[in-house]
């Protein structure tokens, strides 16, 4: 599910690169949002001419759990015990790569205007949303120096202009336990009577 999230975002605002600059983004890759290359596995290989988008992080949120987060309730209006869903702060990072710095600011300006507008992505406002998500929250995040030195560091990459996003709740769900547990209500069921 983490790379549907991720392909959302980068289709999303290949979408609105082209749409502001006229060039349809399947006939050229100039300016495109692509993931970053990893020809090598120790340093990541920001493409000249492009914004890389980069996972630099996963979090889980803890703030939305329920009191009894193992149980959930059925349609019938019996309980089962299960596995609570997952909610998960995505840290995407978007860096852009040009020779020509005003070009990578204008590119990155473009992203800022997109996220800015669409804040929030739905199954209403992104229809290609996996089903499984419900919704995506987009948060621009401004790192003290410290930690955004620790964060090139960690790339080992020199600093380019970049912008850092959160993706609030994208929740994995364990759809496994539901069908099992009903399984399992189902012959508690069967051996009472």
């Not at 090598?40 to 492009?50: R, T, V």
């Not at 309980?79 to 998960?88: K, N």
């Not at 996220?115 to 209403?124: L, M």
Request: with cysteine; aromatic share 8%.
């Amino acid at each position: 599910m983490l790379h549907d999230v991720l392909l959302l975002l980068r289709d999303s605002v290949n979408g609105h690169i082209s749409a502001c600059s006229g060039v349809e983004s399947s006939q050229t890759d100039q300016g495109r949002v692509s993931f970053v290359g990893n020809e090598s596995l120790e340093n990541p290989d920001f493409k000249l001419g492009s914004v890389s988008l980069l996972l630099v992080n996963v979090e889980q949120e803890f703030s939305l759990r329920t009191g009894d987060p193992y149980r959930v309730a059925t349609s019938d209006g019996s309980t089962l015990r299960t596995q609570p869903p997952i909610h998960l702060n995505l840290y995407v990072l978007f860096v852009a790569r040009f020779k020509d710095y005003e070009r990578s600011l204008a590119t990155l300006s473009l992203i800022l205007q997109f996220f800015q507008s669409h804040r929030v992505f739905d199954h209403q406002t992104a229809p290609t949303l996996n089903p499984r998500i419900e919704k995506i929250v987009m948060e621009l995040l401004t790192l003290p120096f410290a930690e955004l030195q620790n964060v090139w560091t960690l790339l080992r990459a020199a600093y380019l202009p970049s912008l850092l996003y959160k993706a609030r709740m994208v929740a994995y769900h364990d759809e496994d336990a539901l069908p099992a547990a009903a399984r399992l209500a189902d012959a508690a069921l069967r051996i009472r009577r």
